[in-house]
T-cell receptor, first 114, second 112 residues
Framework: DGGITQSPKYLFRKEGQNVTLSCEQN?????MYWYRQDPGQGLRLIYY???????QKGDIAEGYSVSREKKESFPLTVTSAQKNPTAFYLC?????????????FGAGSRLTVL | QKEVEQDPGPLSVPEGAIVSLNCTYS??????FMWYRQYSRKGPELLMY????GNKEDGRFTAQVDKSSKYISLFIRDSQPSDSATYLC????????????FGGGTRVLVKP
């Protein structure tokens, strides 16, 4: 069953805590992305990685960190420095051979700060 | 002003009607134009994409791009209750690494 697995689906965090969202893919795609979705604002890019051991900041990277130690995995850590972390987080992949950069998305993780 | 504008809706139509969705954009360098469908509490899934101007049809879905007006549209014919979802447009510029810029999404409700 090919695809992208995000976990956990729902996560609650107290203020001041770091949390890590998992993203695993078996599509053999080179590029992986993390987006944040807030109501009415569309998807905003947090970080992306085009190859293992390399990643780039997106438009809203402050307060977040990532790693890309394996092609299949791209975890996102939401740190205590992120002032408004409550959101729906989406992981995506793309095949570098696709000229259109078509993204395949996971089912998402909803983070709520208590 | 946002780079890609999309009416948030909700857009409510009776079953069988044509659903008309659109996005306007400001960056004339955009070359790829995509439409994603997102069901509640799920990740978006690609419906279709077009390169540059023109029309593209896939079953009940038709995408149109008018680069001169910086305007793209998605039409859904013979709409079904299962088409009820949020529809996101996205576009990219090859020279900028094909980074996607998304609209805010339009929520569609097809009533039986």
């Amino acid at each position: 069953d090919g695809g992208i697995t995000q976990s956990p689906k729902y996560l609650f965090r107290k203020e001041g805590q770091n949390v890590t969202l998992s993203c695993e893919q078996n599509l053999n795609h080179d590029a992986m992305y993390w987006y944040r979705q807030d109501p009415g604002q569309g998807l905003r890019l947090i970080y992306y990685s085009q190859i293992v051991n390399d990643f780039q900041k997106g438009d809203i990277a402050e307060g977040y960190s990532v790693s890309r130690e394996k092609k299949e995995s791209f975890p996102l850590t939401v740190t205590s420095a992120q002032k408004n972390p409550t959101a729906f987080y989406l992981c995506a992949t793309s095949d570098a051979r696709s000229g259109a950069n078509v993204l395949t998305f996971g089912a998402g993780s909803r983070l709520t700060v208590l | 002003q946002k780079e890609v504008e999309q009416d948030p809706g909700p857009l409510s139509v009776p079953e069988g009607a044509i659903v008309s969705l659109n996005c306007t954009y400001s960056n004339s360098a955009f070359q790829y134009f995509m439409w994603y469908r997102q069901y509640s509490r799920k990740g978006p899934e690609l419906l279709m994409y077009t390169y540059s101007s023109g029309n593209k049809e896939d079953g009940r879905f038709t995408a149109q791009v008018d680069k001169s007006s910086k305007y793209i549209s998605l039409f859904i014919r013979d709409s079904q209750p299962s088409d009820s979802a949020t529809y996101l447009c996205a576009m990219s510029e090859v020279a900028a690494g094909n980074k996607l810029t998304f609209g805010g999404g339009t929520r569609v409700l097809v009533k039986p």
